[in-house]
């Protein structure tokens, strides 16, 4: 007979419901056992008073105890009540390329820099270095230990149905793995000379606060790694390449800063990791992780290849901006002196190559502008891991250590 709720009534498990009940309502009879004790001169005390000693409360931290967690309102110690736009590590531009040129005042060549292409024709790998490559790529994506949930995968066709997850290298290890195993070779290739005037720095971050058109923008981004070096690099001559000859990309009626959340919670302040009192403290090459996982759009879209290298362009520049401030101090707008930084970001099977020179932190300027040259994406396999139980790795692109061992040489 099926269970309802007429049938329950008669069940044992109501009649303790409602026992349990009835008896919390009882009131206690009084025994006059309070009464024969004060006729006795017995004085009468409430046992609280007695066990528990009433001691003022006194906050205290305990080492190794978190503290507790600090609100997200005015009580905040970097409440601030004008808001600003922060662009973070997650974030993605709506409009991708034509979006950041718009925002940061910056014209874009499609193609790497004359003297780079000319010094990449004469980088030649050697052939063992080659083969050893190959096999640090299967060591980083294939033969890793670790055992973790891998990311979320979902069918486009079914987007409410998630496949199982499985175990295997997560997403910001490979990464990791992979850049290491690059700028290793690239050390190999360049040798002591090269490698003594070059250091890489972890998890490096970069603080960048800009005022434009009457808006707050704050740039709050993560290096993952970072190549830094005893001198900058040389800047590439504005005169040769024009770039007040090229027209910016036009929004409207979309703003620049679309799809940049805003907030009131941000440390409104420029932030370069190395001191520039250390010898080796100028940015060099930047190393960008890019994972699926972590980047996402706020359409919940999947991300262009153009947002991403978007993405590339914002964090060089929050790097070349954030040195000019510490350089030059924090009201500097045009730069004495241009900084120039290279980027490569990657999600350990497609690698984005590009350099950005800044010239300028007005970005409303319309006598100088600054410059973003790119290079097509470049894929380092098409296939990478098991097949019928054996390790393969096919298709193999040897480019990709060429540039970023020119990178690292420059």
């Known amino acids: 007979m099926r269970l309802t709720h007429v049938l329950l009534r008669q069940h044992i498990g109501f009649y303790f419901k409602k026992h349990w009940l009835r008896q919390g309502k009882r009131v206690p009879n ?8 004060v006729a006795r001169g017995i004085a009468v005390r409430d046992p609280k008073e007695v066990i528990k000693e009433q001691r003022p409360f006194v906050e205290f931290n305990i080492p190794g105890v978190l503290p507790p967690p600090v609100a997200f309102d005015e009580t905040h110690p970097l409440w601030n009540s004008q808001q600003a736009y922060v662009y973070g590590d997650e974030n993605v531009l709506l409009e991708g390329v034509r979006q950041s040129q718009a925002l940061l005042n910056t014209v874009v060549y499609d193609d790497l820099p004359l003297k780079l292409e000319e010094k990449l024709d004469q980088t030649k790998v050697p052939t063992q270095l080659d083969r050893s490559m190959q096999q640090a790529v299967l060591s980083a994506l294939v033969f890793d230990t670790e055992q973790v ?8 066709d079914r987007p409410a149905f998630k496949l199982p997850r499985t175990y295997g290298i997560s997403e910001g290890r490979r990464n990791q793995l992979i850049l290491s195993k690059l700028v290793t070779h690239s050390e190999r290739f360049c040798g002591r000379p090269i490698n003594a005037n070059r250091k890489v720095v972890y998890n490096v971050q970069f603080l960048v606060p800009i005022e434009k058109d009457g808006e707050r923008l704050l740039m709050n981004v993560k290096a993952d790694s970072m190549i830094i070096s005893q001198a900058p690099l040389h800047p590439f001559d504005v005169n040769v390449y024009r770039p007040l000859d090229k027209e910016l990309p036009t929004l409207f009626p979309v703003k ?3 799809s940049i959340p805003t907030q009131n919670i941000y440390d409104w302040k420029n932030e370069y990791p190395i001191s520039k009192n250390y010898k080796l403290s100028h940015p060099h090459t930047v190393l960008i992780h890019c994972s699926p996982g972590d980047v996402k759009n706020l359409t919940e879209l999947p991300v262009s290849s153009d947002q991403k290298e ?12 954030s040195r000019a401030r510490q350089l030059y101090g924090n009201d500097v707008k045009a730069l004495p002196h241009p900084i120039t930084v290279q980027a490569v970001q990657t999600d350990s099977k497609t690698f984005h190559f590009g350099v950005f020179q800044l010239n300028t932190l007005d970005l409303s300027s319309t006598t100088e502008r600054n410059l973003w040259f790119r290079k097509a994406p470049l894929t380092l396999y098409t296939q990478c891991g098991y097949v019928a139980g054996k390790p393969t790795l096919e298709e193999y692109n040897k480019d990709v250590l060429r540039h970023l061992a020119m990178f690292y040489s420059n």
């Open 30 to 37: 009084d025994t006059g056992a309070e009464q024969e004790l």
């Open 149 to 156: 949930k891998t990311a979320i995968v979902k069918v486009p």
């Open 256 to 258: 620049e800063t679309i």
């Open 310 to 321: 978007a993405r590339t362009m914002m964090k060089a520049f929050a790097v070349a901006a």
